[in-house]
């Protein structure tokens, strides 16, 4: 294969090697004291064992040469502190925070996106791409499932952030506006749908069950109880209707903006929004009560009759099609306007810095789960697929330095040591 190429110069290179050793041997023996085959024989050994060495060092990095057992397979034994070297280099040094803070700081996404988009044909795969991941999302979508998990997820919130604030802000502006009586006639107007349902009915007949209960307390009270049951004296239905009767019109006279009540529910309201924008004692008790109320509301019918509406399949292409428009215009008033454009890459590029600042140990995650994942065979070839080239031009160098040594050695020892080195140790002793 190509990418083998390099491994199989090597091996070229030192089985050439080892032929020319073994030719040289064979003239040697018919020339024993011919001065340039014994030189060119010193000068292929060493080459040879230059070249051999270093392919037993290679070969030892990744597997066992000729089976021999000690010190070798390097990678496949040392994985775990390869695999954290690797990954600690792309996290501190190829990925660092600094490094991936400096580019986000010259980037400006919102342009990048802009000029994606307007790539041809580029907003039309968008467009048809987000349609058909909302139609088939609408399709699979479970009303039900999705109303109990927006009814945790938002009495979660309740329970955790205060409306005190929102809703002083909205008494204060209907105040200054003027508009305080259509607010109290609007929540008349919701208090209404809810007295005159049947469950309200149900509800006050429950309270008064529950109260009878709490008063059979010593057994005379229960005979008194029992007694006006039976004689029809005490009816809770009927008195469960009555009051509930009394409620609805007590709610249809409040709606009057004339009648006394309405003009001290208003009076309230102001006194309310002061309260509430001044006193923290107000704002805690509003947040008391508004954790109580909340926990004991159920949104799951109202929130999966809406959803059943919303996503009834004749609808799916339509509110597809609505929300792929409604990203369309606010895409285009987006980068319409400097201001607004500048505002967004703003808000991204401080997202993505702090995604970074807090989860920047995840590459080294990424990269230490990607790599365990490699068996020792796809391990060794990784790192040889990189620095193959590298490793074969050491064992080619093994050969070329070896050779190179061997000339030198046999240069010295006939031309230097021998005639001059020799005489003189012979003559001193």
């Known amino acids: 294969m190509e990418k083998y190429k390099f491994k199989k110069r090597a091996?070229?290179?030192?089985?050439?090697?080892?032929?020319?050793?073994?030719?040289?041997?064979?003239?040697?023996?018919?020339?024993?004291?011919?001065?340039?085959?014994?030189?060119?024989?010193?000068?292929?050994?060493?080459?040879?064992?230059?070249?051999?060495?270093?392919?037993?060092?290679?070969?030892a990095l990744f597997k066992r040469p000729l089976g021999f057992p000690w010190h070798t397979e390097l990678v496949p034994r040392s994985r775990d502190k390869i695999i954290a070297a690797i990954a600690g280099t792309v996290e501190k040094e190829l990925f660092s925070k600094e490094l991936l803070r400096n580019k986000?700081?010259?980037?400006?996404?919102?342009?990048?996106?802009?000029?994606?988009?307007?790539?041809?044909?580029?907003?039309?795969?968008?467009?048809?791409?987000?349609?058909?991941?909302?139609?088939?999302?609408?399709?699979?979508?479970?009303p039900h499932y999705v109303a109990r998990v927006c009814q945790y997820l938002l009495r979660n919130y309740l329970r955790r952030e205060s409306l005190a604030s929102e809703i002083a802000g909205l008494l204060r502006q209907a105040i200054q506006s003027g508009n305080i009586e259509k607010f109290s006639d609007y929540v008349i107007m919701e208090v209404r749908k809810v007295v005159n349902r049947e469950s309200t009915k149900q509800v006050i007949y429950g309270y008064l069950e529950n109260y009878k209960q709490s008063k059979r307390s010593s057994w005379w009270r229960k005979l008194v109880l029992d007694t006006a049951e039976l004689t029809n004296t005490l009816n809770l239905e009927e008195v469960a209707s009555a009051l509930h009767y009394e409620l609805v019109q007590f709610i249809e006279e409040i709606a009057d903006r004339y009648h006394p009540m309405r003009r001290w529910i208003d009076e309230r309201l102001v006194q309310a929004t002061d309260r509430l924008e001044k006193e923290p004692q107000a704002v805690a008790a509003f947040n008391a009560w508004q954790r109580g109320v909340f926990s004991r509301m159920d949104f799951t019918d109202t929130i999966s009759s809406l959803l059943e509406h919303v996503t009834n399949e004749k609808r799916h292409i339509e509110l597809a099609n609505w929300v792929v428009e409604e990203i369309s215009r606010g895409w285009e008033l987006l980068v319409s306007e400097d201001e607004t454009r500048q505002w967004m890459d703003t808000k991204i590029r401080d997202s993505l810095l702090q995604i970074i600042d807090l989860e920047h140990n995840l590459v080294a995650l990424v990269v230490t789960d990607a790599l365990s994942k490699k068996s020792d065979e796809d391990l060794n070839r990784l790192i040889e697929d990189k620095v193959g080239e590298d490793l074969a031009w050491i064992r080619i160098n093994g050969s070329v330095v070896g050779g190179a040594v061997g000339l030198f050695l046999f240069l010295f020892l006939h031309y230097f040591y021998h005639p001059y080195v020799v005489p003189l140790v012979k003559s001193i002793w």
């Open 11 to 59: 091996n070229t290179v030192l089985g050439t090697v080892g032929a020319i050793f073994a030719t040289l041997s064979g003239i040697k023996y018919f020339y024993p004291g011919h001065m340039g085959v014994t030189m060119a024989q010193w000068v292929t050994e060493a080459a040879l064992v230059g070249g051999i060495a270093d392919w037993f060092a290679v070969t």
């Open 104 to 142: 986000l700081e010259e980037m400006h996404v919102i342009d990048l996106a802009v000029r994606w988009l307007d790539s041809p044909g580029r907003k039309t795969v968008v467009h048809n791409t987000i349609k058909r991941y909302i139609e088939n999302w609408l399709y699979q979508l479970e």
